[in-house]
């Protein structure tokens, strides 16, 4: 019994893992997955520093950067059937022209409608990050999970930094900018339709509703809508915030990378640090260096003092560094409170708390600047980090309830998130 029972578990475990090359297929989808980086990168660089060359209101420049986030979160609902009902390759390759085409629209339409072309590549863009982020997941080793999607995500960033900082030597004042971002989505599709490697099948998913999550781990919740809230804000409207207050192009964009550059110096030390220490800690220490750099950077401004394009620079640097990694302390959170078991019906619910805030955080942070001028935007990021740090200070003086409240599960092969609205899978009745 006992040798028949191990030859049945080396049966399952063998299913689970991919049938084809598992470094052919992996190659294919993170070279994919690099080249569609540097193509989103470049537009969403290119289109706020276009708007505000134009002059146009800062309210606009949010508007058009919200409309990214909103199709994004409307993806996150409905692509994941599609994906299922066509396979990863044919919908990566729908995706990748539906972005190349709408990136051409930039070029033949007002600045005043680009939210409308911005929505549609968020829709696409979610396509993607589901297509790219299931397909690693069911492809990659269950021992080499989580160095690989640690890799991905270093690359990933280094993809981001250098598309950022290569805007710079190109003329924003021409569209040549937006046909080279279009060129780069549709060269992601020669790596993806070259492999032979087949997409990972789909499987049971275990759901996890959003009050669940806030019951066990509200700090996750607060820390995923709080990187929402202010990548928003960081990747939409600074490019923007560099231009309105009397930097070259060059330096705006310099801006911005720094943010980018910060991320990623403490992408990897965060995450390392939120296995030794409590969460909480890490998260509200993080939310309060934001804040001082935000009266910092006021300070700066205020001041005038010399050199003060470089303290702009380091200090947003700091800022990506205490903002945009809290992600990952924050899903480690989720996990260790709710179980990994549920990895992945808690991942979709937790890129739905990240993406609202990314909806509403270019709307807010622009109003602020409507409302008392260009560093109306220091006092947004400022203000919401305090309000974080005050209710991670608060949750710290709690007893929170014991971990993984749920008992253990069978764990099922990697799969795509299908979630709704409610919080439950389309399994769920």
């Not at 607060?222 to 939409?236: D, P, W």
């Not at 622009?366 to 209710?391: D, E, I, K, R, W």
Request: positive net charge; hydrophobic residues 50%.
């Amino acid at each position: 019994m006992a040798a028949a029972q191990e030859g049945e578990t080396d049966v399952t475990e063998a299913a689970a893992e991919p049938k084809t090359s598992s470094v052919a297929a992996l190659g294919a989808i993170v070279s994919g997955a690099l080249i569609l980086q540097v193509a989103a990168t470049i537009v969403n660089t290119a289109v706020p520093l276009k708007m505000a060359l134009a002059q146009k209101a800062p309210l606009l420049i949010g508007l058009v950067g919200s409309a990214y986030s909103v199709g994004f979160l409307a993806g996150c609902f409905v692509i994941p059937a599609f994906i299922r009902r066509v396979g990863h390759i044919r919908a990566f390759g729908v995706f990748a022209a539906l972005q190349a085409v709408l990136t051409l629209s930039f070029t033949a339409t007002p600045l005043d409608v680009w939210g409308i072309s911005r929505l549609g590549m968020g829709f696409g863009g979610a396509g993607h990050a589901i297509c790219i982020e299931s397909w690693i997941s069911g492809q990659a080793k269950a021992g080499q999970r989580g160095r690989v999607f640690g890799f991905y995500q270093i690359l990933n960033r280094l993809a981001l930094i250098g598309s950022q900082i290569g805007v710079g030597y190109v003329s924003l004042q021409s569209n040549d900018i937006f046909l080279l971002a279009s060129a780069a989505f549709s060269i992601a599709l020669i790596p993806v339709g070259m492999t032979k490697a087949k997409g990972p099948e789909s499987g049971e998913v275990v759901s996890v509703r959003l009050n669940t999550i806030w019951q066990y781990a509200p700090a996750s919740v607060i820390g995923c809508l709080y990187v929402g809230l202010m990548g928003g804000a960081l990747t939409n409207v600074a490019p923007a915030y560099g231009i309105l207050i009397g930097l070259d192009q060059t330096w705006a964009i310099l801006l911005t990378a720094g943010i980018q550059i910060g991320a990623l110096v403490l992408q990897w030390p965060l995450g390392l640090l939120a296995d030794r220490v409590e969460s909480r800690k890490i998260m509200l220490s993080a939310t309060l260096s934001v804040v001082f750099c935000s009266v910092a950077l006021g300070a700066v401004l205020w001041f005038a003092l010399p050199h003060a394009r470089f303290w702009l620079f380091g200090l947003f640097a700091l800022i990506g560094a205490g903002s945009m990694p809290i992600y990952t302390v924050a899903v480690a959170h989720a996990y260790f409170r709710l179980g990994r078991e549920r990895a992945l019906g808690l991942s979709a619910q937790l890129l739905f708390l990240w993406a609202t805030g990314s909806a509403i955080g270019p709307l807010v942070s622009t109003a602020f600047m409507q409302a008392v001028g260009p560093n109306g935007l220091l006092a947004y990021l400022g203000l919401l980090s305090a309000a974080a740090g005050a209710y991670l200070a608060f949750r710290l003086r709690r007893n929170p309830p014991s971990a993984n409240p749920f008992g253990e599960r069978k764990p099922t092969a990697p799969t795509i998130p299908d979630v709704s609205p409610s919080g439950r899978s389309q399994g769920d009745k």
